[in-house]
C-alpha cells in the first residue's frame, strides 16, 4: 500500500475504543497531509517541489503588519468579544455595502478563527442527524467530513469536465429530498479554480425558490482571485430574497495572504449567525485579538496588494494549463479563479504500467519526480490531481520538466 493511500484510509482504522463513533467516520486532511509529508521530505534534504499547499507565496502587506504591531503595542492583547471586535465587523459590513451591495447589521456577523470554523460553526447550528447536506463534485475537501461531524449525511453531486465541474438545476432539483437541509456553492471553486455564471446560479436559484427548508452556504473566500470578466456574483447577491436563510462565508487568508493570521468570518440571519456565536463561544471564544486588528486593515486598507497578485497568478496559471495540456492522457481545463487547477489525469493513468488510480500517480510523482500533488479523490474526483500554482514560475517550470521526464521514462 502506498504512503498515500495511507493516508486516505486513515479513517477507516480501527480505532480504540474509548474514541467517540464520529471519529471513525472522518480522516484527516488530505491537502495537510500530504504538504507534511512534503516538507518532512525536504526536511531529509530530499529536493522536494510542494504544489500542494493552498495559500499565496506572498507576504502579508505591510500595512496590515504595521496595524498588528501598532494593536501589540496598544495593548490589544485580551479577549475580545466571542462574536469579533466591532470595529472589525463593521470593516466588514463596510466590505459586504462596497464589494457586493449587501447590507448586513453587526449581529450579523461572526468572526471566527478561519472560514473553515465559521463553515464548521454554520453545520453544528443547522444540522441535526439525517439531516441532507448537496455537495458539489470536485469539493473542497472538509465538507463532507464536516458534515459526518454534525451527524448529517453528505449527498455528493458528481460533475466532470463535460459540465465544466458545475452542478446543473436538472441535478440539484433531483438531489433535493425532503431530508434536505442545505446546499454548499464554492465559486470560484477549490480544487477547480472554476466560477458559475450569473445566468447559472440564477438557473440554481430557481430550484432553490421551490424547496424553501433547503439553506445555502454560500464559500466565497476566493471571491477576489479572479481573472474572468465578469463580475463577482453569489445567490444573495442575485436575489436577495434568499437572505433568510443564506450564510455567506469568507476571510481574509487568500486575498490578503493572511492564512498564518487565522481570521474568517460569516454573515447571515441573526438567529443562526447567535447560534453559530454560541457555539465558537464553547470551542475557541474569541479569534485572536492581534489577527483582528490586521484583518481590519487589510480590508479598510489600500487594495492594491489584491491586483499584483491576482496578475501574477494569472500568469502561473496561463503556463501551468497550457504546459499540462501538451502532455498525452493530461487534461486541463482552464480556471476562472483561484490558484488550482484540477487536471485530468485518467489517459495518463491507462497507459502507465502499475500505476492503477490517481493516488498511486501522485506517489508516483513524488518519489520519481520529487514533486507533490495531492490526488483528486480527496476532492472527490478520482482520475484527477490539484495542482496549486500558488509558487514561484521558476518552481512550476520545474516541476513541468520534472514531471515531463518521469512520464517519458515511464
Known amino acids: 500500500m502506498s504512503h498515500l493511500n495511507k493516508i486516505e484510509n486513515t479513517g477507516d482504522l480501527h480505532l480504540n475504543r474509548n474514541l467517540s463513533n464520529r471519529v471513525s467516520h472522518i480522516k484527516p486532511s488530505p491537502t495537510l497531509a500530504v504538504t507534511a509529508r512534503a516538507n518532512a521530505l525536504k526536511a531529509q534534504g530530499v529536493d522536494i517541489i510542494s504544489l500542494g499547499a493552498g495559500e499565496p507565496d506572498f507576504d502579508t502587506p505591510e500595512h496590515i503588519k504595521a496595524a498588528a504591531i501598532q494593536a501589540i503595542q496598544k495593548g490589544q492583547t485580551k479577549y475580545t468579544a466571542v462574536e469579533g471586535t466591532l470595529s472589525l465587523r463593521r470593516a466588514i459590513i463596510n ?74 438545476p436538472e441535478q440539484l432539483e433531483a438531489a433535493i429530498t425532503p431530508k434536505t437541509r442545505l446546499l454548499i456553492l464554492n465559486s470560484p471553486s477549490n480544487p477547480t479554480g472554476i466560477c458559475y455564471s450569473e445566468a447559472e446560479l440564477r438557473a440554481l436559484i430557481q430550484v432553490l425558490q421551490k424547496h424553501p427548508q433547503v439553506w445555502i452556504a454560500s464559500d466565497d473566500i476566493y471571491e477576489h482571485i479572479r481573472w474572468s470578466s465578469d463580475p463577482f456574483c453569489n445567490v444573495l447577491t442575485l436575489d436577495p430574497t434568499l437572505k433568510s436563510r443564506t450564510v455567506i462565508i469568507n476571510g481574509v487568508s487568500k486575498t490578503y495572504a493572511m492564512t498564518g493570521w487565522r481570521i474568517g468570518y460569516a454573515a447571515g440571519p441573526r438567529e443562526m449567525i447567535e447560534a453559530m456565536t454560541n457555539i465558537q463561544s464553547q470551542s475557541t471564544s474569541n479569534p485572536c485579538s492581534i489577527s483582528q486588528a490586521a484583518a481590519e486593515a487589510a480590508l479598510d486598507g489600500d487594495q492594491h496588494a489584491i491586483s499584483s497578485m491576482v496578475h501574477a497568478f494569472k500568469l502561473r496559471h496561463d503556463y501551468v494549463v497550457a504546459s499540462l495540456n501538451q502532455i498525452k492522457g493530461v487534461s486541463c481545463l482552464p480556471a476562472d479563479g483561484t490558484f488550482y487547477v484540477l487536471p485530468q489525469f485518467q489517459g495518463l493513468i491507462d497507459q502507465m504500467p502499475g500505476i492503477q488510480d ?51 521514462k515511464g
Open 358 to 408: 490517481d493516488l498511486a500517480l501522485a506517489e508516483f510523482f513524488i518519489q520519481e519526480a520529487k514533486v507533490a500533488l495531492v490526488p483528486g479523490s480527496a476532492f472527490g474526483a478520482p482520475g484527477h490531481l490539484r495542482l496549486s500554482f500558488a509558487t514561484s514560475m521558476p518552481n512550476l517550470e520545474a516541476s513541468i520538466a520534472r514531471l515531463n521526464q518521469v512520464i517519458d
Open 95 to 168: 466590505k459586504f455595502e462596497r464589494d457586493n451591495r449587501l447590507h448586513f447589521a453587526p449581529n450579523e456577523i461572526l468572526v471566527s478563527t478561519g472560514a473553515k470554523q465559521s463553515i464548521y460553526n454554520f453545520m453544528q447550528a443547522l444540522l441535526n442527524p439525517g439531516d441532507e447536506v448537496i455537495i458539489p463534485a470536485p469539493y473542497w475537501v472538509s465538507y463532507p467530513d464536516m458534515v459526518l461531524l454534525a451527524e448529517a449525511t453528505p449527498v455528493i453531486l458528481q460533475t466532470g469536465i463535460a459540465s465544466q465541474f458545475k452542478i446543473s
